[in-house]
């Protein structure tokens, strides 16, 4: 495969007078798996469109590889897609669905039968569906024909992979295993992939790198690593995994947290209005006196959560077991010194 990395720069997309894509400029270099996240209706699926050529009222500069392909149609951009709702074609054969786009191109460049009966072999076995090859797509299984559907995105020897929510109908294990597979293909044959997905999880797990899309805009790229550690601002951290939030007064270099008896955290933030973050496993617990009262306690394998009642609000912790836990009914401070503080532009 010829993969080529992609660069986007200053797109917007309008619906009528709605932007639904807002001043992208993105880079994603040549052999990344970048998964592209974000709340629904945040545009994730317009941008993908914007690079595969199907929403041509975009504005901006698109290339991918050396090649300027901003002004360039969907066919001739040398793309491979899957797509959950882009169905094989029901009325043919596994091979014939992907031999399809190698034999509809125009006469100069179809490569010869017997040469693309080769390739359809060849990519079946890839994706392990070879004995399948004479089967209609409704005699498969959901896992078997999103299997067919990369063969047939592979077929044309793409420069770039998009992949839609491409397991969203797939049962949870089927598509913890059909990801980790398709991440060692895009490893074997060094593609560029960009995949969209509703599940924070599973970006973190396949994608060398994730982008987070709200409102049509990027938030924030970096390795899964980085938009953990060092989120720029609490949607991020918020939408990367659970979370607990607190309102908070940022006053000499310390927030201090509202209607709860939490001890200031050190922050390096101007004087006013701030969010605590935390993680309900990063959240520390002191029993004894304090504010906090468990309302519930069970150990699951490590960890024991808790149910804190604290000023009438019930928050959720995950402390590492312990040999004697605290008890529902116990008094608990909590510590909060593991939180990211973020300001709020007044
Ligand atoms: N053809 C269209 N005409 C008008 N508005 C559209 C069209 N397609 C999408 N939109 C709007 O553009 C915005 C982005 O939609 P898009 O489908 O890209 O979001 P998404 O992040 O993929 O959402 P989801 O996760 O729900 O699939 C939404 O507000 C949507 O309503």
């Not at 797109?11 to 009528?16: K, P, R, S």
């Not at 059909?178 to 924070?200: E, K, M, N, P, Y």
Request: aromatic share 6%; charged share 25%.
């Amino acid at each position: 495969m010829q993969a080529s990395g992609v660069e986007l720069a200053g797109i917007n997309c309008l619906f009528g007078q709605t932007p639904a894509i807002r001043d992208i400029d993105l880079m994603v270099p040549k052999g990344e798996f970048l998964a592209l996240v974000g709340p629904s209706g945040a545009g994730k699926t317009t941008l993908l469109r914007v690079i595969a050529g199907l929403e041509p009222g975009y504005t901006g500069r698109l290339s991918i590889g050396t090649r300027d392909v901003t002004r360039v149609p969907a066919r001739e951009r040398n793309i491979g897609f899957v797509f959950q709702s882009y169905a094989l074609f029901g009325h043919m054969s596994v091979k014939e669905n992907v031999a399809f786009g190698l034999r509809v191109r125009p006469w100069r460049r179809r490569p010869a039968r017997h040469v693309i009966a080769q390739r359809v072999r060849e990519l079946l076995e890839l994706v392990q569906v070879a004995h399948l090859a004479n089967r209609r797509p409704g005699q498969l299984s959901g896992g078997q024909r999103q299997r067919v559907a990369l063969a047939r995105a592979l077929a044309i020897e793409p420069e770039l992979l998009l992949l839609d929510e491409p397991f969203g109908a797939l049962d949870p294990l089927v598509r913890k295993d059909i990801r980790s597979w398709l991440r060692g293909l895009h490893d074997r044959l060094g593609l560029t992939s960009i995949l969209v997905t509703h599940d924070q999880g599973e970006a973190i797990e396949v994608a060398d790198r994730i982008a987070l899309l709200r409102d049509g805009a990027l938030e924030q790229v970096g390795t899964p690593e980085q938009l953990d550690r060092h989120p720029v601002n609490a949607f991020v951290h918020q939408f990367l995994g659970e979370s607990v939030r607190f309102e908070a007064t940022v006053r000499d270099g310390r927030a201090i947290p509202h209607l709860l008896e939490a001890s200031a955290i050190p922050v390096a933030l101007p004087d006013g209005p701030a969010v605590i973050s935390i993680r309900p496993y990063e959240i520390g617990l002191r029993g004894g006196e304090g504010a906090g009262t468990v309302l519930f306690a069970r150990r699951i394998g490590a960890f024991t959560r808790y149910e804190i009642d604290i000023s009438g609000r019930v928050i959720e912790a995950l402390a590492p077991a312990i040999d004697v836990p605290l008890s529902p009914g116990a008094r608990c401070t909590l510590d909060l010194s593991r939180a990211h503080v973020f300001g709020v532009a007044a």
